[in-house]
């Protein structure tokens, strides 16, 4: 079997399916490339997509075969024209199902954006699963949220890399700017993935990459998939830095939150160290997002503001749903991970001076 180096860093084993295009995709993927079966696309008919375990998971199939690739498979299905094919029928379906929940956005100019930005992010009046996590949840509550979240922390900030080599001028130094902290400057233990790494070994979970991709719904899978989709699509550039400037604008006090909520868990600074470090990194990036990198693509592309908005509302508006359905699963008392799922392994070998979990309190 593989190293350990190979499970911390990818590519992460084949997961299992969730539907007969998933199946058909996995099975082919244990082939060398080569054609699909014909006919794949059109038995992709989510009613929706945000939510679809096939089609998110066949999006992911897709996706992860450019940043990791998958354990064992063939590198040439990375572009295997039928595989790009479908993977163009799927995108259409979960594209158009993102425009729909976003809906139509603000005229802005392109001196704008900035303050077009600050207000979509201040009128983001979702559920809180900050305060949720800051004050009630459970460990195991925790746990599973943290679990979802390793899906894109342990790649942290590379879907946003896809925009580099598209960007020139005041844009590009901004994005290299954020970046760089992101990547801990070059210093492994400084980069945001691993510090992730380290609140889920605090938390007793397998840190290995995509190990908990089985676990996570097709909520989840969405937010990654919608960073993949606006990353490999160089027409959807203004939307990818949108994006990255909602979560650079919304980081903030969600982190001093998920970080007082591992503190009143009980855990110390090597849990918590991820979500400090965003606290006071995402303040400043806040500002070079907005003004920086989003003024400054539209000031050298004016005609892109319009999808720098809708990028960063798909951001927020995705999210929203992630959160949803986290709180509506805990208020019912219900796991929010797959229920096939086995729970997150727990090898914690020193409990934290935790206080004893409390009982799920209802989700206001
Ligand atoms: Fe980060």
């Known amino acids: 079997m593989s190293e350990p180096t190979d499970r911390r860093y990818g590519p992460a084993p084949l997961p299992q399916p969730r539907g007969p295009v998933s199946a058909a995709v996995l099975d082919a993927l ?28 066949t999006l992911f199939l897709c996706y992860e075969l450019h940043y990791r690739g998958w354990r064992g498979v063939d590198e040439d299905w990375e572009w295997q024209p039928s595989l790009l094919a479908l ?30 930005l600050a207000d979509l992010v201040a009128a983001a009046d979702g559920p809180s699963l900050a305060t949720q996590l800051q004050r009630r949840a459970t460990l195991a509550q925790f746990r599973e949220f943290v679990t979802h979240r390793s899906i894109y922390h342990l790649r942290e900030a590379d879907p946003h890399s896809w925009a580099l080599p598209r960007l020139g001028g005041p844009a590009k130094a901004a994005l290299v700017e954020i970046q760089t902290d992101e990547y801990g400057n070059g210093r492994l233990d400084r980069m945001h993935a691993e510090l992730f790494r380290a609140t889920m070994q605090q938390l007793g979970l397998d840190t290995g990459y995509a190990a908990h991709l089985d676990a996570v719904p097709a909520v989840t899978l969405a937010t990654n998939n919608l960073m993949s989709l606006f990353g490999l699509h160089r027409r959807l550039r203004g939307a990818l830095l949108g994006h990255l400037a909602a979560y650079e604008m919304t980081s903030s006090l969600p982190n ?24 006071e990194a995402d303040a400043v990036h806040e500002q070079i997002a907005a003004h920086d990198l989003c ?22 508006a995705v999210d929203r749903l992630f ?42």
Do not use: I
């Open 30 to 57: 244990r082939q060398p490339a080569q054609d699909l079966p014909a006919g794949l696309g059109a038995r992709l008919d989510p009613a929706e997509p945000l939510t679809d375990e096939d089609l998110q998971l």
């Open 87 to 116: 993977r163009a029928y799927a995108e259409r379906h979960f594209e158009a199902a993102v425009r729909r929940l976003v809906g139509p956005l603000p005229a802005v100019l392109p001196g704008g954006v900035p303050e077009a």
């Open 256 to 279: 001093r939150r998920y970080g007082n909520g591992l503190r009143r868990l009980g855990f110390g600074e090597a849990a918590t160290r991820f979500y400090d470090e965003h606290v």
């Open 323 to 364: 959160a949803a359905h986290l709180l509506q699963r805990w208020a019912a008392e219900r796991s929010s991970l797959r229920g096939s799922a086995a729970p997150p392994r727990v090898t914690l070998r020193e409990r934290p001076q935790n206080r004893v979990p409390s009982p799920l309190s209802a989700v206001a």
């Open 295 to 316: 003024g400054g693509l539209v000031r050298v592309e004016p005609a892109l503001a319009p999808d720098v908005l809708f990028g960063a509302a798909a951001a927020l």
